[in-house]
T-cell receptor
Framework: QKEVEQNSGPLSVPEGAIASLNCTYS??????FFWYRQYSGKSPELIMS????GDKEDGRFTAQLNKASQYVSLLIRDSQPSDSATYLC?????????????FGSGTRLSIRP | SAVISQKPSRDICQRGTSLTIQCQVD?????MFWYRQQPGQSLTLIAT?????????ESGFVIDKFPISRPNLTFSTLTVSNMSPEDSSIYLC????????????FGSGTRLTVV
């Protein structure tokens, strides 16, 4: 079982709609959860981090965390063509020496005009 | 917030040679991370580098192949040794950062092609 799982997509969403991206993780002691956006040929860019159960909103983005279900999601409201990118879910799992970030395989999102 | 300068941005190397990638952070950070990203794939953690101690390598990565230096709290290098075409990939360094959200920021990446 992969440590962090995402649907690879592509996910196609019409402009102006809500895009919903999902992620599950296997390590129950995971503490921190991140969503990154990666445009083709560029390095990942942090969108949001979330640590507690519930929702966290930042502009058009809402991250949702459910630790009991080991599930984290990202909602993008009023989707724009510029949101077309690969979205990476990442999870921080503490080990004996340092926290490390494990990435999912990413979901390709395409916003169609 | 930390900004990471990574170089070289790309290189084409002969098999059997070595390449050293450098990352400079504009602020002191405790941990730095090195990732590899194969084309169309996600990021795979190679190792975690703490200043003053040996790097911690993930399963499948060994120090002889990917030696790492961390001489101070703002700098780290990754060497890809005795390269083969299978080492062709994008290599990224990362460090903790605060940019509105706490998280980890990345260098711009090194695109390595081994011929």
């Amino acid at each position: 079982q992969k440590e962090v799982e995402q649907n690879s997509g592509p996910l196609s969403v019409p402009e102006g709609a809500i895009a919903s991206l999902n992620c599950t993780y296997s390590d129950r002691v995971s503490q921190s959860f991140f969503w990154y956006r990666q445009y083709s040929g560029k390095s990942p860019e942090l969108i949001m981090s979330i640590y507690s159960n519930g929702d966290k909103e930042d502009g058009r983005f809402t991250a949702q965390l459910n630790k009991a279900s080991q599930y984290v999601s990202l909602l993008i409201r009023d989707s724009q063509p510029s949101d077309s990118a690969t979205y990476l879910c990442a999870v921080s799992s503490p080990n004996s020496s340092a926290s490390k970030i494990i990435f999912g395989s990413g979901t390709r999102l395409s916003i169609r005009p | 917030s930390a900004v990471i300068s990574q170089k070289p941005s790309r290189d084409i190397c002969q098999r059997g040679t070595s390449l050293t990638i450098q990352c400079q952070v504009d602020s002191q950070v405790t941990m730095m991370f090195w990732y590899r990203q194969q084309p169309g794939q996600s990021l795979t953690l190679i190792a975690t580098a703490n200043q003053g101690s040996e790097a911690t390598y993930e399963s499948g990565f060994v120090i002889d192949k990917f030696p790492i230096s961390r001489p101070n709290l703002t700098f780290s290098t990754l060497t890809v040794s005795n390269m083969s075409p299978e080492d062709s990939s994008i290599y990224l360094c990362s460090a903790e950062a605060w940019r509105g959200n706490y998280g980890y920021t990345f260098g711009s990446g090194t695109r390595l092609t081994v011929v």
